[in-house]
């Protein structure tokens, strides 16, 4: 097993040796939002691994972009040109439920007709994660299967133990990146204990809880319920959960011409939009907030588990924290929990 | 002030009344310092109702965002009213929206709350980040008192209050059936600091700080949603046919998303500051709308949601109308 | 059929010939066309209930079901009708005109297990348009199955599609029985008036050994299922399709699913007896 221990003040020349390599993405402040960017040595914003709980937007954009080129065409021609090749990159700072939720999101891609775009860039990052020793309020991986130091979908893992890192290799990929960022690194004797102690501190230190597993048959028998004009009463319609949720991967294609050269892209999309599922017609399957928010927990809670097996959550939390009328997915669990 | 006691009481009298279908105020939230809307439609719901410099959200968006669904046959639209609590500029955009016919005067039931500001959400969570275990808030003159599990502490109103509470002309509410609690003094003249500093700025330095805010806007549409001004049941700006703004999220698009919104909002915007708080990226979108509002307020004297008899602002032409900045 | 690998980029197709079906506002125009690479027309394969995603470069597209059978030839037919941006300009195609096609996709209709059984299709309006295939697919191996019968109604006679094909299928051999009908009392119309549920009552099949499609407004579908019910017909007797607003017509977009169910791959064709668990099937 490949364990190695970074000092902190060999930060600098770790994260350089990272971005000589490869592209290098890391989480930075951007106003109030932290999100993941290709790291350049001119960035403004410093980086602070330490100040944050979670991004504010999840990594999900390296694989997943919010609006991507598919192809490029004239349409006087009708030429279509295929979009250009991305380069390898590694992720720093992801925390462990990120990981396991683009592991949920590959199935889709993968189901049955593969989706090269987002496959392509699956293949071409690795994922440093980052173990949270200090859980943020609305956390509730433990829940779901994770874990404050999960190294399912990581290819290193990376704990603090305060005065340096602790690293541990996961996958073969893992271990190729610290060989190649060897110099900076030492060899780790004790600290793979103390970074165990320290998940299992951040483990118990989790605030909230639910008990998941009976949610998706109860889901299957509360269709016509009331609870959700009352779970939907508040819900704006706007795209917040969606778009800050790491499990979402819904996206709208459009074509975009300017004379006779255009790009069709797509972008994410929200099943809470009002017209996300408008037909040319005017009619509208889910003609209501009370539709559309209960598609999208049954989605996340009941169909994902009948074709996939497994819960579309991975607890992060971000719904929660964002959701500007306090929509609280804990909330609506447990009322689906007392319904029956 | 306003006491707790007196608005839930007034709540379940309310309710309790044939013509009423429900009543729709705050209650605590499920974490931290959160609130969320809470509908009041029996006594024993009414005991959650709270009212607190917590209380942000601006109740009136709920008046336009319930669907009129087609109804099954034989059955006929329930007419009763919706009783709706709200501070200063809420009942302004319950006005506004009075006037321009988005809802009717028997639609309505408003109980107004007199409100000496509400506390800005990223603020507080940069002076106490300790909020997000729980916290409790109230006026004290010109202070604000919150109260954590661990302990009180106190913090000068304007360190901790939302930037359009800070410059706030209408704290008491402007149009009610009753006025639950001691009308508060005004304390701004309107002018907003962050404006005034963007207007001295040269353009090209405003188009910078613009182009920085706007590259980090998700297209959430969380502004728009939550604005009760936005109510258009097909929104130009998710139009395909044609399509006016592409729908991919790039610095060129959101710009023109949010300055065709701005304009839409023109003789419209209440200044009640909704817009600045949902949003996740933090876009000062307060300071684009004030604006605004600051130019129609100087230039016509016209302040939205003020008067339920006025005639919508871009609806009407006054041949007094100052016209010497127009060429 | 993937255009270098990737399931988005979609192959050119030459309109070959293209008429209107109805006209009116929301006109219905069929087109037929033709794989431009040579490659792409010998090996695309489909089967009668698929469907592909047809657009124009700088519109879009549309996810439409394939109206022509497999056993027909190496070109595809689809008939639209004009509703909104992409069907807007897929109607100004004109022969010579490209147009992008990307697919099949879906399920098919089960007509390997449908052998030795009657087949009854029951169409209204453009609902016909994927019921077609399985008719000149029966007819094309007509000793498979037993008896064929089309039931077809639209609401004027102005409103009928394929009423060039419909004259030639009342005289086949292949057909055993064609009914055609209108919703109001017509000038010159001398077949059936009323709706089709009503009609199809009136034909009264019986359900021994048949299996029952039908596609069309879904008021029509409604009704066309309960007096199937009627007439004695079991649930996995019966097969419709669905429809649903779709994007990428691969399962990853998200926004077609009824239920659990995604249209695009799960579907479009259903047994009645799936489509009652789904309480969103008849949203």
Not at chain 1, 249 to 268: A, L, P, T
Not at chain 2, 97 to 125: A, M, S
Not at chain 2, 140 to 146: A, F, S, T, V, Y
Not at chain 3, 109 to 136: D, H, N, S, Y
Request: aromatic share 8%.
């Amino acid at each position: 097993m490949t364990e190695k221990v970074l000092q902190k003040e060999n930060w600098s020349s770790f994260v350089q040796a990272l971005a000589d390599a490869r592209e290098l993405w890391l989480p930075v402040k951007e106003g109030p939002l932290h999100k993941f960017v290709p790291y350049s040595s001119e960035q403004e914003t410093p980086v602070d691994l330490e100040g944050y709980a979670n991004s504010s937007v999840p990594p999900k954009e390296a694989v997943f972009p919010q609006t991507e080129t598919m192809f490029r065409y004239q349409t006087g021609d009708q030429e279509i040109c295929p979009p250009e090749a991305i380069k390898e990159r590694v992720l720093l700072g992801v925390r462990p439920c990120d990981a396991r939720a683009m592991d949920l999101v590959d199935h889709v891609f993968q189901w049955d007709e593969d989706d090269t775009y987002y496959l392509d860039r699956r293949k071409k990052t690795a994922l440093l994660g980052l173990a949270c020793h200090e859980p943020f309020p609305n956390c509730f991986c433990t829940s779901l299967e994770g874990s404050p130091g999960s190294t399912q979908g990581l290819d290193v893992l990376m704990v603090d133990l305060g005065e340096s890192y602790y690293l541990r290799a996961v996958t073969d990929r893992g271990k190729k990146i610290l060989q190649s960022v060897e110099s900076s690194l030492e060899e780790a004797s004790e600290q793979g204990k103390q970074a165990e102690e320290i998940i299992k501190k951040a483990e118990g230190k989790i605030g909230r809880k639910v008990e998941a597993e009976d949610v998706p048959e109860k889901l299957a028998q509360l269709w016509e319920d009331p609870l959700w004009d009352r779970i939907s009463r508040a819900c704006l319609g706007c795209g917040t959960c969606t778009y800050l949720c790491p499990t979402c991967h819904c996206f709208d294609i459009q074509d975009e011409v300017e004379g006779y050269e255009g790009r069709r892209c797509r972008m994410w999309d929200s099943c809470m939009f009002g017209e996300y599922t408008l037909h040319a017609s005017g009619h509208n399957p889910r003609p209501s907030r009370r539709e559309r928010t209960r598609n999208r927990i049954n989605h996340k809670y009941h169909y994902f588990v009948r074709k996939f097996d497994k819960i579309a959550c991975v607890g992060c939390g971000r719904c929660i924290t964002s959701c500007p009328v306090n929509i609280d997915i804990l909330d609506i669990l447990s009322r689906v929990k007392e319904a029956l | 002030m306003v006491d707790q006691a007196v608005i839930r009481e007034k709540a379940k009298e309310i309710v309790s009344r044939e013509d009423v279908k429900h009543l729709v105020g705050w209650r605590k939230g499920t974490f931290g310092y959160r609130v969320s809307p809470h509908w009041v439609e029996t006594p024993e719901d009414a005991e959650k109702l709270i009212f607190s410099p917590l209380c942000s959200p601006n109740l009136t968006t709920y008046l336009t965002l319930e669907e009129k669904l087609p109804l099954p046959k034989g059955e006929e639209p329930d007419r009763r009213k919706t009783a709706l609590l709200v501070k200063g500029c809420d009942s302004r955009a319950a006005v506004q929206l009075l006037t321009e016919q988005g809802i009717e005067k028997e639609q309505v039931l408003i109980l107004g709350v007199p409100c000496r500001g509400v506390i800005d959400q990223r603020k507080l969570e940069e002076k106490f980040p300790e909020a997000l275990g729980g916290v409790e808030a109230e006026w004290d003159g010109d202070k604000i008192r919150l109260r954590f599990p661990e302990g009180e502490k106190e913090i000068a109103r304007e360190e901790l209050l939302a930037g359009n509470c800070l410059n706030c002309r209408y704290p008491n509410p402007v149009w009610a059936e009753e006025i639950l609690g001691d009308e508060v003094e005004p304390w701004s003249d309107g002018k907003a600091p962050g404006v005034e500093e963007l207007e001295k700025a040269s353009p090209d330095d405003r188009w910078a700080f613009w182009e920085k805010e706007f590259s980090r806007c998700l297209r959430c549409y969380s502004c728009r949603n939550v604005c009760p001004m936005c109510y258009c049941e097909d929104c130009i700006l998710d139009r395909l046919n044609p399509t006016w703004v592409y729908r991919s999220v790039n610095y060129s698009e959101n710009t023109a998303f949010h300055i065709a919104r701005a304009f839409h909002l023109v003789g419209r915007c209440v200044g009640c500051g909704e817009c600045e708080r949902v949003c996740p990226a933090g876009i000062p979108l307060g300071k684009l709308n004030q604006k605004m509002v600051e130019e129609v307020r100087d230039k016509y004297g016209f302040e939205a949601g003020t008067d339920p008899e006025s005639l919508p602002f871009q609806a009407s032409y006054d041949p007094q109308d100052q016209e010497d900045f127009i060429l | 059929m993937k255009n270098q690998g990737n399931p988005y980029i979609p192959h050119l197709a030459t309109v070959e010939d293209t008429w209107y079906e109805t006209y009116g506002d929301r006109a219905i125009k069929t087109f037929r066309v033709v794989f431009q690479e040579e490659e792409v027309k010998e090996a695309w394969e489909h089967k009668p209930g698929q469907c592909a995603m047809i657009g124009v470069l700088g519109v879009g597209e549309s996810m439409i079901s394939i109206s022509s059978s497999p056993t027909e030839g190496n070109f595809l037919r689809f008939s639209v009708m004009r509703m909104g941006k992409v069907t807007q300009a897929l109607h100004q195609l004109e022969p010579g005109d490209t147009m992008t096609v990307r697919g099949p996709y879906g399920n098919n209709f089960p007509l390997e297990e449908w052998k030795g059984k009657k087949i009854l299709t029951i169409g209204g309006g453009i609902g016909q348009a994927p019921l077609r295939p399985i008719v000149e697919y029966v007819r094309a191996n007509k000793s498979d199955y037993g008896d064929l019968t089309v039931l077809y109604g639209a609401r004027t006679s102005n409103d009928l599609c394929f009423k060039n094909e419909f004259d030639e299928l009342q005289k086949c051999q292949t057909v055993s029985s064609c009914h055609l009908s209108v919703d109001l009392e017509e000038e010159g119309w001398t077949h059936f008036v009323g709706f089709v549920p009503t009609m199809l009552m009136e034909v009264n099949p019986s359900p021994e050994n048949t299996i029952a499609i039908t596609c069309g407004p879904p008021i029509m579908i409604k009704f066309v299922l309960q007096n199937l019910k009627k007439l004695g017909f079991e649930d996995e007797q019966i097969y419709t399709t669905l429809e649903n607003r779709m994007k990428c017509g691969i399962g990853k977009c998200g926004r077609c699913n009824a239920g659990p169910l995604y249209v695009c791959k799960d579907g479009p064709v259903f047994s009645y007896a799936t489509l009652k668990e789904i309480p969103e099937a008849f949203a």
